[in-house]
């Protein structure tokens, strides 16, 4: 099991920026993949970043550029600081840890964290 917390998400201007931490507590030694993910009204929750554990990282092509996943080992925290934000990058943000072990999938989610951009 792994328990993940989200934090860091709020209101922000267009162009602004932010930086959004997910804590990460349990059987981490695990973790194959972190990311993070998002959904706005209405739509299917999306990949936004993620990185392996050995520290391979992939983006979406919405964000690439503007949007940078890193983390704290020290602090088993995973980080997605957001820069040059657009009104379309309103959503909520969850954070993700993937296990994969003899073809089994397992996915674990923080509860979300709402970031809303104004224009």
């Known amino acids: 099991q792994v328990r993940l917390v989200e934090s860091g998400g709020g209101l922000v201007q267009a162009g602004g920026s932010l930086r959004l931490s997910c804590a990460a507590s349990g059987m981490i030694f695990r973790i194959n993949v972190m990311g993070w993910y998002r959904q706005a009204p209405g739509k299917q929750r999306e990949l936004v970043a993620r990185?392996?554990?050995?520290?391979?990282?992939n983006y979406a092509d919405s964000v690439k550029g503007r949007v940078t996943i890193s983390r704290d080992n020290a602090k088993n925290t995973l980080y997605l600081q957001m820069n040059s934000l657009k009104p379309e990058d309103t959503a909520v943000y969850y954070c993700?840890?993937?296990?994969?072990?003899?073809?089994?999938?397992?996915?674990?989610w923080g509860q979300g964290t709402q970031v809303t951009v104004s224009s």
């Open positions: 990185e392996t554990s050995g520290g391979s990282t």
């Open positions: 993700n840890a993937r296990m994969m072990r003899l073809g089994d999938v397992d996915d674990y």
